[in-house]
T-cell receptor, first 113, second 116 residues
Framework: KNQVEQSPQSLIILEGKNCTLQ??????????LRWYKQDTGRGPVSLTI?????NTKSNGRYTATLDADTKQSSLHITASQLSDSASYIC????????????FGKGTTLSVSS | NAGVTQTPKFQVLKTGQSMTLQCAQD?????MYWYRQDPGMGLRLIYY???????DKGEVPNGYNVSRLNKREFSLRLESAAPSQTSVYFC???????????????FGPGTRLTVL
């Protein structure tokens, strides 16, 4: 069964600190992996999209890594800001007819001052 | 550009009532989607439309119908609302089907629906 598991479920860090969120998946055949940021009360916004051949991609202070062999991805946030407080969702896409995006349940990050 | 817009933002229904959630995008995207998001669960696909004139069921289609009115608009209808349909509903769009391609999906702000 295609699944995406994220950890931790929630995380609290101090402003200015770094953090890393994890995503493990069992999706086949794998096409690409996406990270979204969802602010409270709003729709998800895409941060990065990585294909099989890419093992790292950055978007400002956000850096995503992908290990397709171990089927793991991480999202590293550098020098966190209060505005980083949000839910971060890992989404894996499979090659198949129609649309096949499998969403993780998300990690809720709280950045405090 | 407004991106993806949804109406209404909030709605309260009684069991058995019907309603239609509206979604429009101004990015000339071919593909559109309806998701629901429940506490503690990931986003789940209800229906999608790969292109104008086509619609297909997603993971949780029971109790819903959709209409791709034109390239811009994709509506979701609840014919007889049930408390289990209390959720936040998101519409999204992309250039093409977001399966084997890397097109970004753009999401609307959501509709918060409560069924009593």
């Amino acid at each position: 069964k295609n699944q995406v598991e994220q950890s931790p479920q929630s995380l609290i860090i101090l402003e200015g600190k770094n953090c890393t969120l994890q995503c493990n998946y069992t999706v086949s055949p794998f096409s690409n992996l996406r990270w979204y940021k969802q602010d409270t009360g709003r729709g998800p916004v895409s941060l990065t999209i990585m294909t099989f051949s890419e093992n790292t991609k950055s978007n400002g202070r956000y850096t995503a890594t992908l290990d397709a062999d171990t089927k793991q991805s991480s999202l590293h946030i550098t020098a966190s800001q209060l505005s980083d407080s949000a839910s971060y969702i890992c989404v894996v896409s499979a090659y198949q007819a129609g649309t096949a995006l499998i969403f993780g349940k998300g990690t809720t990050l709280s950045v405090s001052s | 550009n407004a991106g993806v817009t949804q109406t209404p933002k909030f709605q309260v229904l009684k069991t058995g009532q019907s309603m239609t959630l509206q979604c429009a995008q101004d990015m000339n995207h071919n593909s559109m989607y309806w998701y629901r998001q429940d506490p503690g669960m990931g986003l789940r696909l209800i229906y999608y439309s790969a292109s104008e004139g086509t619609t297909d069921k997603g993971e949780v289609p029971n109790g819903y119908n959709v209409s791709r009115l034109n390239k811009r608009e994709f509506s979701l209808r609840l014919e007889s609302a049930a408390p289990s349909q209390t959720s936040v509903y998101f519409c999204a769009s992309s250039s093409s089907i977001a399966g084997g391609v890397t097109d970004t999906q753009y999401f609307g702000p959501g509709t918060r629906l409560t069924v009593l």
